[in-house]
């Protein structure tokens, strides 16, 4: 088995300090049906935009590293035996109808760090 | 004798057997360097005993035990370089429960429709796509893979190598797709072999107007696709397509080199056999009821072909056929190719009404229609200016030839 890294692009981030159980449904339920699936292995919902900031060198700005239509609104860690298995659960993200979409890349190594 | 044998064996076989020796290693390159060990080796070893009864067997045989032997001298390279298959045999039942036969063995197609949608998988771009085919599935060496498509060869070889390391590095599945997954990729299968043909059909530069070498190639794939999954009705109609599309050959170009349009090609030089068995495609898909983009572009093809001579064509029937493939594929393109027919139909006049609101910015063959249809209208001038914006667009020689002419004359 091998892990793969979702990357969720989208215009911005569902999850805002404003939003709504209705704004996050969708997401959530998505979240819900990767962990009963037995895939998921980590999941993680970013806030908007707004609260980016970026280093680039030694300067700091406001926003996201990339100004573009799409940022990375959420990520998450799967497992699967191949890249079809990966792309067949990382094409269900509801964030690919509504305009955005997924990028999958193979994890090389890495995971949560225990402490002690 | 021996030479030749072995080139036959290489020409016929050479997707099979590194498919085969693929289910061993699971890794592409110690696949493909077992396969090119075998074949060297069978140069000395047919010449000293023989040629074999069964020589793809000999040759698979071979391989797959160079690649076993390998893989046990070697276990971290497995490690390196994975290439995923789905839960089975082992190596060893791999090889003992399934001895390696020609023909016959229902595993041995689906080995080399493995090896090819792995090829064509779209997680590789278009143009890695085409090379890893005609580098694995073809077995062409990489410097006329690299002539192939004029770029340099450390270029193609730099292709090749990223392209092999993201199906092993994104762990890209040696399977076939199947469900709901299959006419996606399949699509995607054919629209690499038929890039292929068209390259070849019309170089897209140089001073040839046909790459015979790419055609065969992609004639080739596309009946072995036809052979594999004779249930698929698009992988006859894109076979169809070629065929009759390739029937031509002979006379696109005079003895000189000059393109000769379709109007004033000798029919009789045309291929009758490939023009039949496209036809035989056709009907056999349009029985079906089953009819894709492919068979549409077939059976057009097919209609030009047929006719006596090309006043005789049934252009009324082929904008039909233009019209059913625009619903099922609303591309600028085809709607251009509608227009040549439209024009025989329905007067020149209409036709460039139509064009003149297609979208195809740098495409050679608008202005190049355009200017057909204005020289049929008696509006020399414009014709002329509209042949020099598609000189502009053409890098072939003999497409640039002609166009000069008509620039000039």
């Known amino acids: ?116 | 004798m021996i030479e030749e044998a072995v080139a036959e064996a290489h020409r016929r076989g050479w997707a099979l057997v590194l498919a085969a020796t693929m289910r061993v290693t699971n890794d592409l390159d110690l696949a493909e360097e077992c396969v090119q060990e075998a074949y060297a080796a069978a140069l000395q070893s047919w010449a000293r005993d023989g040629v074999p009864d069964q020589p793809l067997a000999w040759l698979t045989t071979t391989a797959r035990r160079r690649a076993m032997d390998a893989i046990r001298r070697e276990r971290t390279l497995r490690s390196k370089l994975p290439l995923l298959l789905e839960p089975e045999a082992t190596v060893e039942d791999t090889v003992m429960d399934h001895p390696p036969a020609e023909d016959h063995d229902d595993e041995i197609p689906d080995e080399r429709l493995r090896l090819i949608f792995t090829c064509c998988h779209p997680a590789l771009a278009q143009e890695a796509q085409v090379a890893l085919t005609l580098r694995l599935v073809c077995g062409i060496p990489t410097p006329d893979v690299a002539r192939a498509f004029l770029v340099t060869e450390p270029t193609m070889a730099a292709r090749i190598t990223r392209a092999k390391k993201k199906v092993s590095g994104a762990r890209i599945p040696f399977r076939v797709p199947h469900g709901a997954e299959l006419p996606d990729r399949l699509r995607g299968v054919l629209a690499v072999v038929h890039l292929l043909f068209t390259a070849g059909h019309t170089a897209p530069s140089g001073a040839d107007l046909v790459r015979a070498d790419l055609v065969d190639r992609a004639l080739h794939l596309a009946r072995m696709l036809r052979e594999l999954m004779p249930d698929e009705p698009e992988a006859a109609g894109l076979l169809a397509l070629l065929l009759v599309t390739d029937a031509r050959r002979a006379t696109r170009v005079d003895a000189a080199g000059r393109l000769v349009r379709l109007p004033d090609q000798d029919r009789a030089l045309w291929d009758r056999a490939a023009m039949a068995e496209a036809h035989d495609l056709i009907v056999a898909g349009l029985r079906d009821g089953r009819i894709g983009r492919y068979a549409l572009q077939a059976a057009i093809a097919s209609l030009y072909a047929e006719a006596p001579s090309y006043a005789e064509t049934d252009f009324a029937q082929i904008v039909q056929l233009y019209d059913t493939l625009l619903k099922i594929w609303p591309s600028p393109v085809v709607a251009l190719n509608r227009a040549v027919p439209l024009a025989m139909v329905a007067g020149p006049e209409v036709a460039l009404a139509e064009i003149s609101q297609l979208d195809l910015p740098g495409y050679q063959y608008l202005p190049a229609v355009r200017a057909d249809l204005l020289r049929q209208l008696g509006r020399d001038a414009e014709a002329r200016e509209a042949y020099t914006q598609a000189l502009a667009l053409t890098t072939n020689e003999a497409e640039r030839e002609f166009l000069t002419q008509q620039v000039d004359g």
Do not use: W
């Open chain 1, 1 to 116: 088995m091998a892990q793969y890294a979702v990357l969720i692009y989208a215009g911005d981030a569902a999850h805002g300090p404003d939003a709504t159980p209705q704004d996050t449904a969708p997401h959530d339920r998505h979240a819900e049906e990767l962990e009963r699936s037995g895939a998921l292995l980590a999941a993680y919902a970013l806030t908007p935009r707004d609260l980016a900031t970026t280093v680039r060198g030694d300067a700091i700005t406001d926003g996201p590293f990339i100004e573009a239509k799409e940022i990375v609104a959420g990520f998450y860690i799967l497992e699967a035996p191949d890249l079809d298995a990966a792309l067949a659960i990382a094409k269900l993200n509801p964030v690919c109808q509504m305009g955005g979409g997924v990028e999958v890349r193979p994890v090389a190594g890495g995971g949560p760090i225990q402490r002690g």
